[in-house]
Each structure stands twice: as structure tokens, then as C-alpha cells.
């Protein structure tokens, strides 16, 4: 028997802050477990593989269903619409992860090269990669602030650039991914889970 829906029971199904964001690559999959990749394969990332990412506290993970257009037919000696046309908008989806992490580049398609250079009588060695942004198919998934909920975006495509502020002088070198749902209208696109209490 359904519960009946009270401010109460609508509290307990809140969704609220973030304590850990993951990145399957490929999207997540209709069935089967999802385990995080430890550490990166000798071969490179391949689909089914999930990584953690951090991303900032405000504002570092969004997303939004779309906001709807409307059109509105209006006639005279009446207020408001006689009749209106509403369009669905489209999914948006940005994530921004503040780190130059050689695996999370490479997660995201950027590919390493290893570089050594002396700069001013001092040696320098790191990865050099393509500015060239990078477009990947993902499944995202978010733990809430107690770490006890889930919410996963099935499957988004996004485009993925390595972008620094300098007017901003407390944010760090970050790769911004910025897209949309892809999920087909399926009608497990969105989902919101809860610990069973067991493993």
C-alpha cells in the first residue's frame, strides 16, 4: 500500500549536497555492478571503467532537465493566453574538476606526452597534451552529503576542455565538461537509489 504523500514523507526523499561524483566511461550499463577502477589499465581507459573525480562545492556538478519554451496566441478582451504551444527544452549537464591528474586527463581522452624541460637553470618534467577538447560519452553518478543516496544520469555526451581562470586567483587549472543527456528518452535516464543497508 502507497504511503500517503505528506510535507514529511516528501522530506525524507530529498536529494542534498555532494560527497563523491564518479565517471563511467561509456555511460552506465543496464545491468551488473559498477566497481571503481583503481587504478588506470596499462592499455589506457576503456568502456565499463569508473573513476572518482572531485569537483567543486558550489557549482561543480549541474544539472537541468531543460527549461520549455512557450508560445503564446493571444486574443483581444481576454487576459493571458487563449492558447499556447509548449516545447520541451533540452538536458544540460556541467561538471568541473579541478585537477590536472595524468589519469583524469587521459579518462577524458587527453593523451599524454612526457616532457622535460630547464627553465631558468632548473629542470622541469610532466605531460603535455592536445588543447583540442575532447568529446565522451559518460554515465555520472553522485553520492549525497551522507553518503547513504545515489543519483546517476544514465548517459550524457559531453565535451571536455582543460580551461584556467587567472582572474580568479583561488581556482586552480580544470578540466570543464559541458553537455547533455543521452539517454534516448529511456525511462531509467535519471534515478535516485537509496542503501538497502547490506552489500
Keep these: 500500500m502507497a504511503a500517503n504523500v505528506t510535507k514529511a514523507t516528501a522530506q525524507d526523499k ?20 559498477i566497481n571503481e ?8 581507459y576503456v568502456s565499463g571503467d569508473c573513476i572518482q573525480v572531485p569537483v567543486r562545492r558550489d557549482g561543480g556538478f549541474t544539472y537541468t532537465g531543460g527549461t520549455p519554451s512557450v508560445e503564446r496566441f493571444n486574443i483581444h478582451g481576454m487576459v493571458g493566453a487563449y492558447t499556447a504551444r509548449i516545447t520541451p527544452g533540452d538536458s544540460e549537464v556541467n561538471i568541473e574538476i579541478p585537477t590536472y591528474q595524468t589519469e583524469i586527463l587521459q579518462f577524458c581522452g587527453f593523451e599524454a606526452k612526457s616532457v622535460t624541460r630547464k627553465i631558468n637553470g632548473r629542470t622541469f618534467t610532466g605531460k603535455a597534451y592536445s588543447e583540442s ?14 553518503d547513504n543516496k545515489v543519483m546517476f544520469l544514465k548517459k550524457v555526451k559531453v565535451q571536455a576542455s582543460i580551461n584556467f581562470d587567472g582572474a580568479d586567483t583561488a ?11 543521452m539517454a534516448g528518452g529511456a525511462d531509467d535516464a535519471i534515478g535516485f537509489l537509496e542503501y538497502a543497508g547490506s552489500n
Design 171 to 181: 581556482k586552480p587549472v580544470s578540466v570543464i565538461m559541458t553537455g547533455a543527456s
Design 133 to 146: 577538447p575532447k568529446t565522451l560519452t559518460l554515465g555520472l553518478i553522485g553520492f549525497n552529503d551522507e
Design 37 to 44: 577502477t583503481q587504478a588506470m589499465p596499462a592499455g589506457g
Design 14 to 33: 530529498t536529494f542534498v549536497g555532494l560527497s563523491g561524483v564518479y565517471c563511467v566511461l561509456g555511460g552506465i550499463p543496464d545491468s551488473g555492478d
